[in-house]
C-alpha cells in the first residue's frame, strides 16, 4: 500500500475519531464549542457543585484521560457530600497520576468524611510520602489521628500543617485548639488536651502580616511577623513569612537569613527555592544553584525549583541544561497547554485559570523593544498567577508573584533580538479570574 494510501487512512480515521467525540458531546447536551474544562471550574468557585459535575462531565468526554479533570469532578462530588462518587473519580486520578500526592489526600479525606478511616489513614500517608510539604495532607491524617483518640499524633501533624503554611491557616489552628475543648468541630470526639494550646498572640500577629503583605505594606508585615516570631522563635513558618516580606521588600540580604532559620528548623524545598531566588538578586549565582539542586533533592516533585534553575542555568550560558530544566518542569505540571488568541499591545483581555490548563500564548518582537506583562487581580481576590517567557525551549523570565492576591508582572524586559516568546500563564495554588495586559513599545 503506497504511502499516499496509508496517510490518507490515517487522516480519515482521526476525523472519524473527532466526529464521534462532536457526536457523543451533542448528544449528551455538551457544546463542543464551549471550553467545559474552564466553565466547570467557574461553577465550582461559585458553589454551583452540581453544574460543576455536568461541566467536567462533558469535558471528560473529549479528554478520557485527564487525571485532573477526574480530581476536579471528585472535588465537586465531594462538596456535594457524595462521597462514594468523589472517591470513584479520585480512583481514576490516583490511576492515571499515581505519582500526584494531591490526589491521594483528596480521597483520603473522601474515605475519612465518608467513616473508611483504615484507607483514610494508607491514603494520606502515601501523599505525605510523596509531598512531605503538603500541608493538607498532615491537617486530614491529624483529624483521624484526633478521632482515634491518639492526641499527641494529632497534634504534631496539625502543628506541622500549621508549619507548612496551610491555606487558610485556620483550619488546623482550630482543629488543634479543639483538642482542648470539651466538643470539637468536623465529628471528631471530645479528647483531652496533650499539648499546650497554640499562642493566640502569634496568631494574630501572623494574620496582621499576612494582610498586610497582601496590601504590599511590606514594613508592617515585616513588623507583624516579628512579633509573632518573637512569640513562636521555632516556627519555620514564620521566618518564611517574614524572609517573603523582606524579599518583596528587595531586601534579600536579610530574606536569606530568614530563609536559613526556616531550613535550619525543618528544611522544605519551597524554603531552598526561594533562598536561591534572593541568592540571584544579589549575584551569588553558585549559592543559587546549589540551593535550587538542594530543593530538588529534598522533594523531587517541587517542580518550580527546576523551573528557577532553567532560568538560572539560561543566565549562565548553559542552554542545554536550561532546556532540558523547563522540559523537567513542563512534564511535571500535569497540565493542558491551551492555546491563547495573543491580545494587542496594551489591550486587556480577560481570563479564567483552569485547575489543569496553562494559557499558552505567542508574542512576536523585535530587537530592542521593550516587553511588559501585567496581571491583574480584584484586590480581595486569592488567585495566585504565574508568568513563564520562554523563547526555542528556553525561559527568559518569570514571575511567581509572591503569593495569593499579588499580581505577578514581567516588566521592562529588553527583548535581545527578533523571535516570537511563548508566554505561558498559570497558576501555582489557586484559580479563578484575572486580566491579562500585553505592552510592547519602541525604544
Same mark, same amino acid.
Not at 88 to 95: H, I, K, Q, S
Not at 288 to 307: G, K, M, S, W
Not at 375 to 393: K, Q
Given at each position: 500500500?503506497?504511502?499516499?494510501?496509508?496517510? =490518507?487512512?490515517?487522516?480519515?480515521?482521526?476525523?472519524?475519531?473527532?466526529?464521534?467525540?462532536?457526536?457523543?458531546?451533542?448528544?449528551?447536551?455538551?457544546?463542543?464549542?464551549?471550553?467545559?474544562? !474552564?466553565?466547570?471550574?467557574?461553577?465550582?468557585?461559585?458553589? /454551583?457543585?452540581?453544574?460543576?459535575?455536568? !461541566?467536567?462531565?462533558?469535558?471528560?468526554?473529549?479528554?478520557?484521560?485527564?487525571?485532573?479533570?477526574? @480530581?476536579?469532578?471528585?472535588?465537586?462530588?465531594?462538596?456535594?457530600?457524595?462521597?462514594?462518587?468523589?472517591?470513584?473519580?479520585?480512583?481514576?486520578?490516583?490511576?492515571?497520576?499515581?505519582?500526584?500526592?494531591?490526589?491521594?489526600?483528596?480521597?483520603?479525606?473522601?474515605?475519612?468524611?465518608?467513616? $473508611?478511616?483504615? #484507607?483514610?489513614?494508607?491514603?494520606?500517608?502515601?501523599?505525605?510520602?510523596?509531598? +512531605?510539604?503538603?500541608?493538607?495532607?498532615?491537617? @486530614?491524617?491529624?483529624?483521624?489521628?484526633?478521632?482515634?483518640?491518639? /492526641?499527641?499524633?494529632?497534634?504534631?501533624?496539625?502543628?506541622?500543617?500549621?508549619?507548612?503554611?496551610?491555606?487558610?491557616? $485556620?483550619?488546623?489552628?482550630?482543629?488543634? +485548639? /479543639?483538642?482542648?475543648?470539651?466538643?470539637?468541630?468536623?465529628?471528631? #470526639?471530645? *479528647?483531652?488536651?496533650?499539648?499546650?494550646?497554640?499562642?493566640?498572640?502569634?496568631?494574630?500577629?501572623? =494574620?496582621?502580616?499576612?494582610?498586610?503583605?497582601?496590601?504590599?505594606?511590606?514594613?508592617?508585615?515585616?513588623?507583624?511577623?516579628?512579633?509573632?516570631?518573637?512569640? @513562636?522563635? @521555632?516556627?519555620?513558618?514564620?521566618?518564611?513569612?517574614?524572609?517573603?516580606?523582606?524579599?518583596?521588600?528587595?531586601?534579600?540580604?536579610?530574606?536569606?537569613?530568614?530563609?536559613?532559620?526556616?531550613?535550619?528548623?525543618?528544611?522544605? %524545598?519551597?524554603?531552598?527555592?526561594?533562598?536561591?531566588? +534572593?541568592? *540571584?538578586?544579589?549575584?551569588?549565582?553558585?549559592?543559587?544553584?546549589?540551593?535550587?539542586?538542594?530543593?530538588?533533592?529534598?522533594?523531587?516533585?517541587?517542580?518550580?525549583?527546576?523551573?528557577?534553575? %532553567?532560568?538560572?542555568?539560561?543566565?549562565?550560558?548553559?542552554?542545554?541544561?536550561?532546556?532540558?530544566?523547563?522540559?523537567?518542569?513542563?512534564?511535571?505540571?500535569?497540565?493542558?497547554?491551551?492555546?491563547?488568541?495573543?491580545?494587542?499591545?496594551?489591550?486587556?483581555?480577560?481570563?479564567?485559570?483552569?485547575?489543569?490548563?496553562?494559557?499558552?500564548?505567542?508574542?512576536?518582537?523585535?530587537?530592542?523593544?521593550?516587553?511588559?506583562?501585567?496581571?491583574?487581580? %480584584?484586590?480581595? $481576590?486569592? *488567585?495566585?498567577?504565574?508568568?513563564?517567557?520562554?523563547?526555542?525551549?528556553?525561559?527568559?523570565?518569570?514571575?511567581?508573584?509572591?503569593?495569593?492576591?499579588? /499580581?505577578? =508582572?514581567?516588566?521592562?524586559?529588553?527583548? #535581545?533580538?527578533?523571535?516570537?516568546?511563548?508566554?505561558?500563564?498559570?497558576?501555582?495554588?489557586?484559580?479563578?479570574?484575572?486580566?491579562?495586559?500585553?505592552?510592547?513599545?519602541?525604544?
Amino acid at each position: 500500500m503506497s504511502t499516499k494510501k496509508l496517510f =490518507a487512512i490515517g487522516f480519515s480515521l482521526i476525523l472519524l475519531i473527532m466526529s464521534i467525540w462532536v457526536t457523543r458531546a451533542q448528544d449528551s447536551g455538551c457544546d463542543p464549542e464551549v471550553n467545559t474544562s !474552564a466553565q466547570g471550574d467557574g461553577l465550582f468557585a461559585e458553589g /454551583n457543585y452540581a453544574g460543576a459535575v455536568s !461541566a467536567y462531565t462533558c469535558a471528560l468526554q473529549t479528554r478520557p484521560d485527564s487525571a485532573a479533570l477526574y @480530581n476536579a469532578r471528585g472535588n465537586a462530588y465531594r462538596h456535594l457530600e457524595n462521597y462514594a462518587q468523589a472517591i470513584v473519580d479520585y480512583n481514576r486520578a490516583v490511576e492515571l497520576a499515581p505519582s500526584v500526592a494531591m490526589f491521594y489526600n483528596n480521597r483520603g479525606f473522601a474515605e475519612y468524611k465518608q467513616g $473508611s478511616l483504615t #484507607p483514610a489513614l494508607n491514603d494520606l500517608n502515601h501523599a505525605i510520602q510523596l509531598d +512531605s510539604t503538603l500541608a493538607y495532607a498532615f491537617n @486530614n491524617r491529624g483529624l483521624i489521628y484526633a478521632q482515634q483518640g491518639q /492526641n499527641e499524633l494529632a497534634a504534631a501533624d496539625f502543628h506541622k500543617a500549621i508549619d507548612l503554611g496551610h491555606d487558610p491557616i $485556620s483550619w488546623p489552628t482550630l482543629n488543634l +485548639s /479543639n483538642l482542648h475543648m470539651d466538643t470539637s468541630a468536623d465529628g471528631v #470526639p471530645p *479528647v483531652e488536651a496533650t499539648v499546650p494550646p497554640p499562642v493566640v498572640a502569634a496568631s494574630d500577629d501572623l =494574620a496582621q502580616g499576612q494582610k498586610a503583605y497582601r496590601a504590599e505594606d511590606y514594613e508592617g508585615a515585616i513588623a507583624a511577623f516579628s512579633r509573632a516570631i518573637e512569640a @513562636n522563635p @521555632n516556627d519555620a513558618y514564620l521566618f518564611c513569612e517574614r524572609a517573603a516580606a523582606y524579599y518583596m521588600s528587595g531586601d534579600y540580604q536579610r530574606a536569606v537569613e530568614d530563609y536559613t532559620s526556616a531550613i535550619n528548623l525543618g528544611h522544605q %524545598a519551597f524554603h531552598y527555592t526561594w533562598r536561591g531566588n +534572593s541568592y *540571584v538578586h544579589l549575584g551569588q549565582n553558585d549559592k543559587a544553584l546549589e540551593d535550587y539542586t538542594a530543593a530538588i533533592r529534598v522533594e523531587p516533585t517541587y517542580f518550580n525549583a527546576y523551573l528557577f534553575r %532553567a532560568l538560572l542555568y539560561h543566565q549562565m550560558g548553559e542552554t542545554d541544561l536550561s532546556r532540558d530544566d523547563l522540559a523537567q518542569w513542563a512534564k511535571g505540571n500535569f497540565s493542558q497547554f491551551v492555546s491563547q488568541p495573543t491580545p494587542e499591545s496594551g489591550e486587556t483581555v480577560s481570563l479564567n485559570l483552569a485547575n489543569d490548563q496553562i494559557y499558552a500564548f505567542k508574542v512576536p518582537v523585535k530587537k530592542g523593544q521593550i516587553l511588559t506583562i501585567e496581571t491583574i487581580t %480584584a484586590p480581595d $481576590s486569592t *488567585v495566585d498567577p504565574m508568568l513563564v517567557l520562554v523563547e526555542s525551549g528556553i525561559p527568559q523570565a518569570a514571575d511567581d508573584d509572591g503569593g495569593a492576591g499579588i /499580581n505577578a =508582572a514581567i516588566k521592562q524586559f529588553v527583548v #535581545p533580538g527578533d523571535c516570537v516568546y511563548d508566554l505561558y500563564l498559570m497558576h501555582p495554588g489557586t484559580v479563578g479570574p484575572l486580566n491579562l495586559t500585553i505592552t510592547i513599545t519602541n525604544p
